[in-house]
């Protein structure tokens, strides 16, 4: 088998986080033993009406990995287009990628990279799977212009995974049957992400350290936490910080207010970083709307941290008892989630050990192996 593992989203020199959850599946891939080549398309808008360069390498992890890099001042407009995209990308294959041992593409969301894909199989007599993390999924089939596309694709491809079970239900309607979609998490760097020992207390200095991590943007909702930490600083004997890592609209928001704790807004920072954040945590906060993963939680969970987070989208497959408390969006709810998750007595080694298990590349490359092998039954 030699696979082509093909994204619009996924990382670059200039946006290094872009789809870095895509480029950790196709690690676990390659470690896994499977044939793999990438090819990533790069739309981004430009002054110029249209400017096309490639280029290829072998990546950090020994990966082939090809580039197709399109900047326009219409590039909404081709990224939307995928008859125009299917030409580009055929046109750098047959001139660019050794085709000989491949004999399956695997697209990763369903728009446009799922529907092109679909085209392209048809030229190279190719198997098609394909990987989905887009929440917007179904409303994308609902009322895009190139719906029935999408929903064709979903149809006609060999198999699906999809990041959580929550993902797989919205999949479902669309596909001609429900055993071809397979469930395979996002990957967990375990090397990094991994048992924080911190001292035996809860509470260090009389201190009670929570942290968050987002782009703050919508759908998170971080003012739910906020203002249910705030009520609980004004009746308590400990002092509350919360780290907020990242950044986004959303924060102005939470700056203008006049708050009873310290908050620390660290922005941006890379996994080390975080990892080293997560060593003083001892509470994680996640509050968002929808969530298809959440790959934040379970870099928590890899950390032994118990995690506070809202009762939605694939949230519930991460938190039970054991890891941490589940709350409604409400500041009354997150206030009694909170609460209890400080009077609860957590195993932080035991959180990370079953979480490492579930996350980490092996354990996932195998899934991925499965997946493929499934193919020839």
């Known amino acids: 088998m ?5 994204s619009f989203w996924y990382p670059t020199n200039e946006n290094p986080v872009l789809g870095i959850f895509i480029k950790n599946h196709a690690i676990s891939i390659h470690q896994s033993g499977v044939p793999i080549k990438v090819l990533a398309v790069d739309i981004k808008p430009s002054k110029r009406i249209y400017n096309m360069f490639s280029e290829h390498n072998i990546d950090e992890n020994g990966i082939e990995t090809h580039y197709i890099h399109i900047e326009s001042r219409f590039h909404k407009w081709i990224f939307s287009t995928p008859f125009i995209l299917s030409k580009i990308i055929k046109l750098y294959i047959s001139r660019y990628i050794e085709i000989k041992d491949i004999n399956t593409l695997h697209s990763n969301v369903l728009f446009p990279c799922g529907v092109v894909a679909n085209s392209i199989v048809k030229k190279y007599n190719w198997d098609h799977v394909h990987t989905e993390h887009w929440s917007k999924m179904d409303h994308f089939i609902k009322s895009h212009l ?23 239900n919205k999949i479902i309607p669309f596909v001609n049957e429900e055993s071809k979609i397979s469930i395979i998490p996002n990957v967990i760097n375990t090397s990094i992400f991994n048992y924080c020992d911190l001292p035996p207390k809860h509470r260090i200095n009389n201190t009670i350290v929570f942290t968050a991590i987002a782009t703050w943007n ?14 609980i600083q004004l009746k308590s004997d400990f002092t509350i910080i919360l780290n907020i890592v990242g950044e986004g609209v959303l924060l102005k928001e939470i700056k203008a207010l006049d708050l009873n704790f310290e908050i620390n807004y660290v922005g941006k920072k890379t996994s080390i970083e975080i990892r ?15 969530e298809t993963f959440s790959v934040v939680i379970a870099e928590a969970l890899c950390c032994g941290i118990p995690v506070v987070a809202s009762n939605v989208g694939a949230i519930p497959e991460l938190i039970n008892t054991s890891n941490g408390v589940l709350s409604e969006n409400s500041v009354e709810s997150w206030v009694d989630a909170i609460n209890k998750v400080l009077i609860t007595s957590f195993d932080r080694n035991l959180i990370a050990s079953e979480s490492a298990k579930k996350f980490n590349t092996e354990k996932v490359g195998d899934l991925f192996v499965e997946f493929y092998n499934s193919l020839e039954a």
């Open 2 to 6: 030699g696979v082509l593992f093909f």
């Open 146 to 168: 190139f719906g029935y596309l999408g929903k064709k694709t979903l149809r006609e491809v060999k198999r699906i995974s999809a990041v959580s079970v929550f993902l797989k």
């Open 218 to 231: 919508r759908p998170k909702c971080p003012i739910y936490f906020i203002k249910a930490l705030n009520e």
């Open 276 to 290: 080293e954040i997560f060593q003083n945590t001892i509470y994680f906060l996640h509050a968002s709307t929808i």
